[in-house]
């Protein structure tokens, strides 16, 4: 089970982390990934870290603004949010149990399991 949590209000230009944390199983061997869909838009990948070296890919649109680290004393994989937009206003959901990949500057995966989501809300 997977379980997302951090979501929340934050002002233009802000910061939030949130954070995935499993039960059941250990994060750290498995390639996890964060999606959002905000409303009447498609789930969109953001950032995935791999299973075999722990490569990050990142979708365009959030590079350089967003990270993704694991925190694996905490069987964690958390999302750091800088400088975030309006449009970043969306539910976030984590996934595992899968792969990722980069394609045409897209984060893209097939993923077992999926969290509930945490709602993002980037306003003043």
């Known amino acids: 089970q997977l379980v997302e949590s951090g979501g929340g209000l934050v002002q233009p230009g802000g910061s939030l982390t949130l954070s995935c944390a499993a039960s059941g199983f250990t994060l750290e061997p498995y390639a996890v990934g964060w999606f959002r869909q905000a409303p009447g838009k498609e789930r969109e990948g953001l950032a995935c870290?791999?299973?075999?070296?722990?490569?990050?890919y990142y979708t365009a649109s959030v590079k350089g603004r967003f990270s993704i680290f694991r925190a694996n004393a905490d069987n964690t994989v958390n999302l750091q949010m800088n400088a975030v937009k309006p449009e970043d206003t969306a539910i976030y959901y984590c996934a595992s149990k899968g792969m990722c990949y980069l394609e045409n500057e897209k984060v893209e995966g097939v993923f077992g399991s999926w969290g509930q989501g945490t709602p993002v809300t980037v306003s003043t």
């Open positions: 870290i791999n299973f075999s070296d722990d490569r990050k």
